[in-house]
């Protein structure tokens, strides 16, 4: 068969950084099986190809089978390839995957008709009996009732419904997966920007390339989701009793999965002799979690030489941070390990995040990676549901002592998220009046069909307005609009906490009194009171 990966472009106006493991490795399998396999990468190049430039590349086969993959900041311009991949292969078999489509995989396929089979979760066992259920049938998929009741994993579309098949356990040993297929890339392309990162600093790489090493993390922040591929999100999707089923049948489905240090250390030699990297970033969700595999791959990496010749680059949390982990990395070649740290506020950190860090925990985390040489690289949000000025003026109290420069993400209700979850009905009235309407003054008149339809519209205009949590595309805040958060995030990257201050008593928000000696407004009132009484 005839198969084509499709890359989707993100953040147009960042450089490409991010090469697309997950397809990669599901080409690998779908050439394991014997398929011709195609990957059109639409993220590497800058700028973007036009979507007539896709067409014709697409154009040049006739596919059997066209998988998209991509996170829910993808899904505007998944939508716009769907709509071409199915019009130049009308009789082909569309599969998606990933953060955009696991979560509601019956919603997106209603607003994507183009969509044929959704995989939910991890997909490379799913991805495999596609392909071989698919080359059984000899493609006659169509108008078949119960054709893909077998493969478990996938809601796939029946006489216009969306049927589940029943779920697929999380893969017990991540060392089965095989290798991504780096030759199906241009590799040369993204060794051009192997000197940009996300975040400011000094960054020495002429031939960079990036590895996820685990699945799953230990904590359960509320703004986080890991794309079906942990139990927290098992219990999302499937409720508790399901999936203590799943743990009776397949064995407990776990929090954090790793692939062995040996795993890793042989792919990286063969990427060393195949293209002479010299930098690998381990995009990890919290490598530092799990500190007896970080020693064990630092000591594999070290007495395989790799320290000498590849530098590394990882995610953590903060409380994981010790000066044994620091030097035993520093040791190893990691020159930077980036930690989450959300909120200078304890209260927020604990209310609103869910992470079980506290704010000593971040300054002892910056301190630790100092002293042991290397760089922390921390990330920050504001808007959070409860956060009010006295939090932010917290965080910001935390950039100035650490001398840090950080420009805070926007808290982002992405699909998956427990902040979705929780403020799905909140977000979606920001998508139409309608809705925000009703909620003030409740009409039994219209019925609950009529509300629904709205709500649906809503959430396909939510899901297209989402891009990187940079940008503003909604908010879960209770105390701060639109406007604000634009003007907040801006003076926290400045450190501005004077207009901070001024903006709080303008929106009339009160601040704690020990701001009062930094705040203009209120050193101003002061004044004037004393001079009054002289």
């Known amino acids: 068969m005839k198969v084509l990966f499709i890359h989707p472009p993100v953040r147009m106006d960042h450089e490409p950084l991010d090469m697309p493991q997950g397809l990669m490795i599901l080409a690998s399998i779908a050439q ?21 430039d896709i067409a ?30 199915r019009k130049l292969n009308p009789d082909a078999l569309i599969v998606c995957g990933g953060g955009f489509i696991t979560y509601m995989a019956d919603k997106v396929m209603t607003f994507c008709k183009e969509i ?20 059984k049938g000899n493609g006659k998929w169509k108008n078949v009732k119960g054709f893909w009741n077998d493969v478990k994993g996938i809601c796939y579309r029946e006489d216009e419904k969306m049927v589940y098949t029943e779920p697929r ?15 199906l890339i241009d590799m040369q392309e993204y060794f051009k920007y192997s000197g940009a990162m996300w975040f400011n600093g000094s960054w020495k790489s002429e031939r960079r390339l990036n ?40 064995g407990f489905q776990a929090v954090v999965r790793q692939f062995s240090p040996k795993y890793v250390v042989e792919h990286t030699k063969i990427l060393y002799e195949k ?29 395989e030489g790799l320290h000498k010749k590849i530098q590394l680059g990882t995610g953590g949390d903060a409380p994981s941070i010790t000066k044994e982990i620091v030097k035993h990395m520093k040791e190893a070649g990691f020159s930077f ?20 860090v506290t704010s000593a925990h971040n300054q002892e985390a910056v301190d630790i990676l100092k002293a042991g040489g290397i760089s922390p690289v921390m990330t920050f949000m504001v808007g959070n549901p409860t956060e009010n000025i ?26 998956g998220t427990k902040l979705f979850m929780d403020y799905e009905d909140f977000i979606l009235e920001q998508y139409d009046e309608r809705l925000a309407l009703l909620k003030k003054s409740p009409n039994p008149n219209i019925s609950s069909e009529q509300i629904q339809q709205w709500k649906n519209e809503a959430l396909e205009k939510f899901l297209l307005s989402l891009n990187d949590a940079s940008d503003f595309s909604c908010t879960v805040s209770q105390i701060f609009d639109y406007a604000d958060l634009i003007a907040i995030k801006h003076f926290m990257y400045e450190q501005d906490t004077e207009k901070l201050l001024k903006l709080a008593h303008m929106r009339e928000w009160p601040h704690n009194k020990k701001w009062d000696d930094i705040c203009p407004v209120c050193s101003a009132e002061k004044e004037i009171a004393l001079i009054a009484c002289i």
């Open 32 to 52: 394991n099986e014997g398929h011709q396999t195609a990957l059109m990468d639409l993220n590497v190049y800058r700028p973007t190809p036009s979507y007539r």
């Open 56 to 85: 014709k590349q697409m154009a040049v086969e006739k596919w059997d089978v066209i998988a998209i993959g991509g996170l829910s900041s993808m899904y505007s311009e998944i939508k716009t390839l769907l709509k071409i991949a």
């Open 116 to 135: 044929d089979i959704a995989g939910i979760g991890e997909g490379e066992e799913t991805w495999k009996e596609i392909l071989r259920t698919y080359e």
């Open 169 to 183: 356990p999380l893969i017990s040993n991540l060392d089965d997966i095989p290798y991504p297929a780096f030759d």
């Open 211 to 250: 590895m996820v090493t685990e699945r799953g993390c230990p904590r359960q922040c509320t703004f986080c989701t890991h794309n079906g591929m942990n139990r927290w999100d098992q219990k999302a999707l499937l409720g508790n009793e399901k999936l203590k089923q799943l743990d009776k049948e397949f």
């Open 275 to 303: 293209y002479k990297i010299d930098y690998i970033c381990l995009l990890d969700e919290n490598q530092t979690a799990s500190p007896k595999h970080v020693h064990e791959l630092c000591d594999l990496w070290i007495k």
């Open 337 to 356: 390990i980036s930690i989450g740290g959300e909120s200078g506020s304890d209260r927020i950190l604990k209310e609103d995040i869910g992470k079980g």
């Open 390 to 415: 006295d939090d932010v003026l917290e965080t910001v109290a935390f950039f100035i002592k650490n001398n840090a420069t950080i420009e805070p993400f926007i808290c982002t209700p992405y699909p």
